[in-house]
C-alpha cells in the first residue's frame, strides 16, 4: 500500500491535492492512504513515526520553510518522493538539495497531480527491479533478485526456489514468503505455489502458464482472488508504460 502525505498550511489546497489524488487512483486502481497536515512540525512528528512513500509538502509554510522540513525528513528516509507544492518557479536550485522529485504549482491541477503519481509509480517500479531479498537455503544465506524469481514450490517441507538459471532449496512456508514478497508482485494461485506475476502469460481452466513454458496449477478455490490479482497488475503495468495523459 503506498503510504502519501500532503502537508500545505492552507487547508483548502490539502483537501484539493486529497481529491485529485483519490481521482487517480480511482482510475488507475492500486492500494493507497492519504493523511493531511497543516505544519511542518506535524509533519515531521508524523515521519518520525511512519514513514511515507510520496510526500506532497507546501515550499513556504506559516511555521517553517518547506526546503528545511525536507531535509530534515532525507535524514530519516533517503528514498521517499518529495513533491514540492510552490507558488515559485525558481525553486528548484533549492529543491535539487533534497533530491525533490518533482513540483506541482498552486493551485495544482489535475493534471499535474495525475503526471507526479505516474512518474513516481513508473519510477518505484524500476527501483524494485532492483531491489534484492537475502534467503537463508540448505546450502547457506544467498542475495536473490527479485526480478530473477520466478516462482516458488513448497513440496516435502522444503521451499525450492526457482530462478531463471538455478534452483535453491530452504525451510520456509508459503504463507511467510507470500506476505514477505506480496509488494513484489508475488501472488499464490495454489497452497504449494508463489508465483512472479511479471513472469505469467496466461491462465486457462486451472493453470497458469508462464515464460519457459512453466505451468502452474491453479486451486479452483483460488481462481477469482488469482484472477483478480492478475487483472490488478495488467493494469498496472500497461499505466505504467503508457503513462497517464497530461499537458
Known amino acids: 500500500m503506498l503510504k502519501i502525505y500532503v502537508c500545505d498550511d492552507e487547508k483548502e489546497i490539502t483537501d484539493l491535492i486529497r481529491t485529485q489524488i483519490r481521482n487517480y487512483f480511482e482510475t488507475y486502481p492500486s492500494e493507497y492512504e492519504v493523511e493531511t497536515f497543516n505544519s511542518g512540525s506535524s509533519l515531521i512528528n508524523r515521519v518520525n513515526k511512519q514513514r511515507a512513500d510520496i510526500i506532497f509538502l507546501d515550499i513556504e509554510l506559516s511555521d517553517s520553510n518547506g526546503i528545511q522540513i525536507a531535509k530534515l525528513i532525507r535524514r530519516v528516509d533517503k528514498l521517499v518522493k518529495i513533491v514540492f507544492i510552490t507558488n515559485y518557479k525558481n525553486y528548484k536550485g533549492a529543491a535539487f538539495t533534497v533530491r525533490a522529485f518533482g513540483y506541482v504549482e498552486k493551485p495544482s491541477t489535475t493534471e499535474q497531480i495525475f503526471k507526479q503519481l505516474s512518474d513516481i509509480q513508473k519510477y518505484m517500479r524500476e527501483e524494485q527491479n532492483d531491489i534484492s531479498i537475502k534467503f537463508e537455503t540448505v546450502d547457506g544465506l544467498i542475495n536473490l533478485k527479485v526480478k530473477d524469481i520466478l516462482y516458488f514450490e513448497s513440496s516435502n517441507r522444503k521451499i525450492s526456489i526457482i530462478t531463471f538459471t538455478n534452483e535453491y532449496r530452504m525451510v520456509q512456508k508459503i504463507s511467510s514468503l507470500a506476505k514477505l ?64 495523459p497530461h499537458d
Open 181 to 244: 514478497l506480496e509488494p513484489y508482485d508475488f501472488k499464490s494461485p495454489h497452497s504449494s505455489f508463489l508465483v512472479n506475476l511479471d513472469y505469467v502469460v496466461g491462465i486457462k481452466n486451472y493453470t497458469v502458464y508462464m515464460v519457459n513454458d512453466i505451468e502452474i496449477p491453479l486451486s479452483q478455490r483460488k481462481v477469482s482472488e488469482f484472477k483478480k490479482a492478475m487483472n490488478h497488475y495488467f493494469m498496472k503495468t500497461i499505466d505504467m508504460c503508457k503513462g497517464v
